[in-house]
């Protein structure tokens, strides 16, 4: 029974543990183990974005003057801020809720936690990909998840999720 769509979320890149942490701000609202991590672009990506505020700057300079150049820079920032937001997941455990971007997966049908290396991670969203699976992956998070479901009204054998902190994930899911 488990709601998959893709999308985005806004929150702070923090994990919540009271398991590994004595300090009380780590804890979860219910007081049990948590998990939080959002998955900003890397810094490549931000560099490859660089073009769209260098063209926002220079294409009406010849033609309004340098006003217009500063105006359309700053429109450049903002585009590319809002992009760069927007491919931002969050995934985070908690209230018995596995949260990936927009996905929903409680955390009842979680089965198994395989964590992923890179070539690991390869491996299962290549040649060892059952179709059927659940993918949430970006590439500036080299290393994963696989999350086997236990549930058979479900046809999806298992989710694969992106993360940069894959051993913490994998304990806030077998916690739960």
Known sequence: MSSRSSGDDTADAT????????????????????YRERLWPSPAACLACLPIVLGAVLVPLPIFGPGAGVV?????????????????WRIEVAGGV????????????VGEVDVLDRAALRRAVGPGLDARAHLALRPWAP???RIHLEDASDPTPY???STRRPEELAAALRAR
């Open 15 to 34: 994990r919540t543990s009271t398991a590994s942490s004595p300090n009380p701000a780590h804890a979860g609202a219910s007081g049990g183990t948590g």
């Open 72 to 88: 359309g820079g700053l429109l450049g920032v903002l585009a590319v801020v809002a992009l760069l937001a927007s491919m931002a």
């Open 159 to 161: 989710w694969v999720v």
């Open 143 to 145: 290393e994963g998840v």
């Open 98 to 109: 596995l949260r990936v971007g927009r996905a929903r997966l409680p955390v009842a049908v």
